[in-house]
């Protein structure tokens, strides 16, 4: 299954380190997430793009940093980061804002580690 | 805000037998409730979902209620079987929204 891919699966970075995600979607979807989950947390909402538009900030500290160039592609910039923001971190993709049943397909998460 | 409350955190059932996991939400606007099924080091997966204008769907072992008045949902699996081990995560939408808000998950440990 390659709908949603996302790399790299693993990262390990210094704190004081400027390191990106990338996600890409090959189901035609409008729009892009990105989740945080942590151990023993729900998945946490991070940002939203609908055709490329930001459409949801959920009050995310500045050192993450989205950037959705076109609606097949979403990067997470990370810099200065803190050991808590070590997670799994999940890119999904959906038809897009505005139609029913919005399922959200998931990519297989980058694991990121920050020492 | 939507939130979306869910329990048990652990569930442990013997191989064969009926398990359970209850979800509630707040947003009386919400009109999509997916369910989600995360094995271990693996993304989560759609297994199963509900809109609003039913009351029950079925697939074959498992099967969703919607309870609209009371804002309350479940999942139900049926003779279970050791895969059926995971983390279920119960979610909750709005068609304008198109975000998920997911619950807090249930850790299912099906035991031969």
């Known amino acids: 299954e390659t709908g949603v891919t996302q790399t790299p699966r693993h990262l390990v970075m210094g704190m004081t380190n400027k390191k990106s995600l990338k996600c890409e979607q090959h189901l035609g979807h409008n729009a892009m997430y990105w989740y945080k989950q942590s151990a023993k947390k729900p998945l946490e909402l991070m940002f939203v793009y609908n055709f490329k538009e930001q459409t949801e900030n959920n009050s995310v500290p500045s050192r993450f940093s989205p950037e959705c160039p076109n609606s097949s592609h979403l990067f997470l910039h990370l810099h200065t980061l803190q050991p808590e923001d070590s997670a799994l971190y999940l890119c999904?993709?959906?038809?897009?804002?505005?139609?029913?049943?919005?399922?959200?397909?998931f990519g297989e998460g980058s694991w990121l580690t920050v020492v | 805000g939507e939130n979306v409350e869910q329990h048990p955190s652990t569930l442990s059932v013997q191989e064969g037998d009926s398990a359970v996991i209850k979800c509630t939400y707040s947003?009386?606007?919400?009109?999509?409730f997916p369910w989600y099924k995360q094995e271990l080091g693996k993304r989560p997966q759609l297994i199963i979902d509900?809109?609003?204008?039913?009351g029950e769907k079925k697939d074959q072992r498992i099967a969703v209620t919607l309870n609209k008045t009371a804002k309350h949902f479940s999942l139900h699996i049926t003779e279970t079987q050791p895969e059926d081990s995971a983390v279920y995560f119960c979610?909750?939408?709005?068609?304008?929204?198109?975000?998920?808000?997911f619950g807090q998950g249930t850790e299912l440990s099906v035991k031969p």
């Open positions: 947003d009386s606007a919400s009109n999509y």
């Open positions: 509900i809109r609003s204008n039913v």
């Open positions: 999904a993709s959906s038809q897009g804002s505005g139609t029913t049943g919005n399922t959200i397909y």
């Open positions: 979610a909750a939408s709005k068609n304008q929204g198109g975000k998920l808000i």
